[in-house]
């Protein structure tokens, strides 16, 4: 941890150490990422550049490899204290917990329970406990919300991790702009970390499904992420994403020192559906991991909540005519909004009710443009 600590608290579980985790079997298939170079990024190498637009196009999920470089591997260290963190949180007693449970609230922050949230339209429960840190509670811009005693004291220690990310979000959004040909840091510019958003670290802990007889062993239902880049990190494998032009679904192996970088909504919405968010879900680890707690840890960058959803104008999008005549002003719908619709039709007695309120929360798993640019 950044911070020593006087407070007694009794060792974590360890769910989410690194150490005795069985490897990852060879027999599953796995999807093809290529596997970005933050290092070669940094220092403003073209063909990796073009690496980044390329994967961002085809799949818009990739390996960032962390090391060798400054800011990867501050993020990797910042990372592991967020592992610890988590331990601690989810070990919590159930009632500390609850206490910041903040649905019924509206609230998309605070904690969330396991099948507290649907996966489907046939109401199919999840099986993961949820911790959401507003990145604006962790840094001064809203009142704190409820937390444990723990978070609270950690707060440095969250609020470093969150500036992390940053540095290596602004290298991304660099890159893709000069890709995009947009003027110059118009992504960087609708991604500012002092201003509001819902941009937030999750924690995760995946309970293994049901039981061993259930052919159904998704934990997290299939979806897009609402936001623009989404930075992960597994110990576990059970992260799956369905592969374009195709129903199949394949697993996305764990890979130490490397980050799982994914594209959401937003990124599909500013580029006229150039930029693919695609469709991934959590099922059980695999092979000989099956049946272990699953912690994995996110941190969800999303435009300001007055950003406009919609094709920004300038650059290759715009001057192309890709998804409009070029110049054309397309109706946006704002971020706050969009996060807004999306989450509540998951949440149990807060949007979900009965069949047919999971879909009023649909992101942009249609779109299938990228794949053919
Ligand atoms: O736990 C994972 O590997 C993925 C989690 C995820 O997709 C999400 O929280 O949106
Ligand atoms: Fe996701």
Redesign the pocket.
Known sequence: MATSTNLEFKPPSGASSSFNIPPFPDNVRTAPLLTICLKKLVENDDGERERLFEASKSLGFMYLDMRGCEAGERLLRDADNMFWLMDFFFDLPMEEKAKCDLSSQGSYFGYKGKGREVMDDQGTKDY?E?YNISKDDILGLTTPLPAPDIITYHRPAVAAYISSNYAILDTLFTSLNTSLRLPPATLSSLHRKTEPSGCHT?F?R?HPSASPQTTDQRT?GE?T?FGSL?I?F?RLG??QVQLPDSDDWVY?RPVPGCA?V?LGDAMVRFTAEVLRSNL???VDPPGEQKGMM?Q?L?F?CRPEHTAQLRRLKGGMVDEEGIGGEAGEEEVGVSSKEWLERRHMSKKIGVGFHKPGDFAKGAGTEGSRRAVKV
């Open positions: 993961n949820m999750r995760i995946g997290l979806h992420d989404s992960l597994n059970g992260l996305v799982i994914n991934h879900r959590v699953r994995s996110v969800f």
